[in-house]
């Protein structure tokens, strides 16, 4: 079974400064991944996906992820954050195929401060 | 901005009311999808439609109603619901099943 664990439940930093949010899986096939953004009272916002190819992926709004086989991971990052850039922060894996289950992380609240 | 409409946005409810919560996409997508997200909590599947038949119900209960009137509506009809129901529930679409799901804005449900 697949599962997401996103580490840090939040994120305080600085505005203007980098940002990484941690992303790591399990899961015994291959999986695609995906990063959705959550801004307060809103839906889900796709920020970036990784099917296949390409391992450095590149995301609305600045961010990119990179996808590391060997160590089940697929970690967000940002090199300079605005305050605009508060939200949760939701890691999903997907097995694909004719259930399409998106498993989520528990979410990482960014906090930005100015 | 989002290609999935939901309406309402904001729904209060009595336990012995019965309303509907509606979704509409345009993108051609052939798989629509019902998540319920309570407060800092991830979106959890309840439903899933693949060319307009139910193909997943997540053992959801009865008193949620999914309804897939063609290939651009998605309905969620809610009858007796409990307080505990409150919630923000999402509806999103794919292009097919196993391909990217794209979010809507979500209807805020409050249970009196």
């Known amino acids: 079974a697949q599962s997401v664990t996103q580490l840090d439940s939040q994120v305080p930093v600085f505005e203007e400064a980098p940002v990484e949010l941690r992303c790591n899986y399990s899961?015994?096939?291959?999986?695609?991944l995906f990063w959705y953004v959550q801004y307060p009272n809103q839906g889900l916002q796709l920020l970036l996906k990784?099917?296949?190819?390409?391992?450095l992926v590149k995301g609305i709004n600045g961010f990119e992820a990179e996808f590391n086989k060997s160590q089940t991971s697929f970690h967000l990052r940002k090199p300079s954050v605005h305050i605009s850039d508060t939200a949760e922060y939701f890691c999903a894996v997907s097995e694909g195929g004719a259930t399409n289950k998106l498993i989520f992380g528990t979410g990482t609240l960014l906090a930005v401060q100015p | 901005d989002t290609e999935v409409t939901q309406t309402p946005k904001h729904l209060v409810m009595g336990m012995t009311n019965k309303k509907s919560l509606k979704c509409e996409q345009h993108m051609g997508h052939r798989a629509m999808y019902w998540y319920k997200q309570k407060a800092k909590k991830p979106p959890e599947l309840m439903f899933v439609?693949?060319?307009?038949?139910?193909?997943i119900n997540e053992s959801v209960p009865s008193r949620f109603s999914p309804e897939c009137p063609n290939s651009s509506l998605l309905n969620l009809h809610l009858h007796a619901l409990q307080p505990e129901d409150s919630a923000l529930y999402l509806c999103?679409?794919?292009?097919?099943?196993?391909?990217?799901?794209?979010f809507g804005e979500g209807s805020w449900l409050t249970v009196v």
């Open positions: 899961s015994s096939v291959s999986v695609y």
């Open positions: 439609y693949s060319y307009e038949k139910l193909s």
């Open positions: 990784y099917l296949s190819g390409s391992t």
């Open positions: 999103a679409s794919s292009q097919e099943l196993g391909h990217t799901i794209y």
